[in-house]
């Protein structure tokens, strides 16, 4: 047994994203989550084999969904440039209008309360995954221009790092994006 006749994937993890993202993984209920996809109990159970599931395909979408630009940021020739990119596009995500404020990954941390040790090593998974990339770029891209003083490129990356979680808390409670725009451009500037 499959899904259902009409069943639309990409739609159902869609609107389980959007429901992670603005209640986070332990305050997104099951009645809510079989609105959020169109599925009943039995066919939810079928496509997905339990919340925790249903949660890491909806992280996977928006990893690649919405966080493309951070493979365009780490791109960039130079740490300061691959900051700025970065912290801007977090800054258009985070306060997006046609999204829920903040991040889908940092609001469900913040909240996470379950049971579920799966779901936490997820968001560990990702947190780690973020980390080692951005301080293997920044141990390349400094030959061209240097880290901050005192920064190693593991200490940038947790640096970097620490202002995108910030910056998603401050989006979900109101933070304008023109305030967050005059931060990261003055992060930038002291960079």
Known sequence: MGAPRGYDEGRALEGAL???????????????????TGL?????????????????????????QYLSF???????????????????????LHTDLSTPPGCLETNSALSFRSESNDVRLELIRSRDQTLSSLEARFAV????????????????ALYISTVVQGMAVQAKYGTSRRELRDLVDSIVSSW
């Open 18 to 36: 959007r429901l992670f993202w603005l209640r986070g993984y332990d305050g997104a209920s099951l009645a809510e989550l079989l609105c959020a």
């Open 141 to 156: 891209t400094m030959r061209h221009e240097p880290l901050p003083p005192s920064m190693t490129p593991a200490t940038a």
């Open 70 to 92: 951070r493979d365009d940021a780490l791109a960039e020739p130079t740490p300061r440039r691959i900051v700025e990119k970065l912290l801007h596009g977090m800054v258009d």
């Open 40 to 64: 009943n109990r039995a066919s939810f159970y079928r496509v997905f084999d339990s919340k925790e599931d249903l949660f890491t395909r909806a992280v996977e979408r928006y990893q690649q």
